[in-house]
C-alpha cells in the first residue's frame, strides 16, 4: 500500500508564475490536509479537503491560494502569481476518517523555490 | 492563538546517550500532544500521542507525559540508536469532529553517531 505521493519533490519558479503542487492521498483515504513550512517555523495548516469538498480553509492565505480536491485524480494546491514568500515546504496529509488528527499519514512534501 | 516551541538542534548524540527534547506549549483549550517523526526522505509519521493531563505516550522506547502545569511534553528515549537519526516535530491539536488541526514545532534534528 503505497503512502501519501506528493509530486513534485521540488519546484523552482520565478516570481509571477504559478505553482501547482500535487498530492495522492493513501488508497482508501478521502480526506486531505495540506500544510506549510515556512523557514525557521513549524508547520502550518492551510486546508482541509474531502472529495469535491473544502471542508477547513481557515488557514489558507485570502488571495492566490486555491487547493481542490476532485473526484477523480489527485489533490492540487495552486498558488497563482507566486512570489518570494511563498517559498517554503509544503506538505500533504491524508486520512480514512474525518478529522482524524490521530491517523493523518503525510507525504515528504513539496520545496517550493521562488526566484 | 496556538503554538508550539521545541528546542533548537541538530542535537547530536553518541548511540546509547539518553535523549532529550524540549517541547512546550501555548493553548486556549485542552489539546491532545503529539510527537511526529520525519525520516530522511519521508513524510512524517506519528511517534507517539497524549491526550490529557499526565497522560504517558510511548512507542519504541520514546515516552512523553503531557505535563499541564508547566505546559510541557518533553521527549525521552534511554539509549538511541543511529536509526533514530531523524526530524522530530512537536504538535498540538485542538478541536474534533471535522476539522481539527495541528499546530507543529519547528522541527529537531537529532543525529546519532556510532
Known amino acids: 500500500n503505497a503512502g501519501v505521493m506528493q509530486n513534485p519533490r521540488h519546484l523552482v519558479r520565478r516570481r509571477g508564475q504559478e505553482a501547482r503542487l500535487r498530492c495522492s492521498p493513501m488508497k482508501g483515504h478521502s480526506h486531505v490536509y495540506w500544510y506549510r513550512q515556512l523557514p525557521e517555523e513549524g508547520l502550518k495548516f492551510m486546508v482541509y479537503l474531502q472529495k469535491e469538498n473544502i471542508i477547513d480553509e481557515s488557514g489558507m492565505p485570502k488571495e492566490r491560494f486555491s487547493a481542490e480536491f476532485p473526484k477523480e485524480g489527485p489533490s492540487i494546491l495552486r498558488i497563482q502569481q507566486v512570489v518570494r514568500g511563498d517559498s517554503a515546504a509544503y506538505f500533504c496529509?491524508?486520512?480514512?476518517?474525518?478529522?482524524?488528527?490521530?491517523?493523518?499519514?503525510f507525504g515528504s512534501g513539496t520545496q517550493l523555490s521562488v526566484l | 492563538g496556538n503554538s508550539v516551541t521545541q528546542m533548537e538542534g541538530p542535537v547530536t548524540l553518541s548511540e546509547e546517550a539518553f535523549l532529550t527534547i524540549n517541547c512546550t506549549y501555548t493553548a486556549t483549550g485542552y489539546p491532545s500532544l503529539f510527537w511526529y517523526v520525519q525520516y530522511p526522505g519521508e513524510g512524517l509519521q506519528l511517534l507517539l500521542k497524549?491526550?490529557?493531563?499526565?497522560d504517558k505516550g510511548s512507542n519504541k522506547g520514546f515516552e512523553a507525559t503531557y505535563r499541564k502545569e508547566t505546559t510541557s511534553f518533553h521527549l525521552e528515549k534511554g539509549s538511541v540508536q543511529v536509526s533514530d537519526s531523524a526530524v522530530y516535530f512537536c504538535?498540538?491539536?485542538?478541536?474534533?469532529?471535522?476539522?481539527?488541526?495541528?499546530?507543529f514545532g519547528t522541527g529537531t534534528r537529532l543525529q546519532v553517531t556510532l
Open positions: 497524549a491526550t490529557k493531563a499526565d
Open positions: 504538535a498540538l491539536s485542538e478541536g474534533t469532529g471535522t476539522a481539527s488541526k495541528l499546530t
Open positions: 496529509a491524508s486520512s480514512p476518517l474525518p478529522g482524524g488528527t490521530e491517523k493523518l499519514f
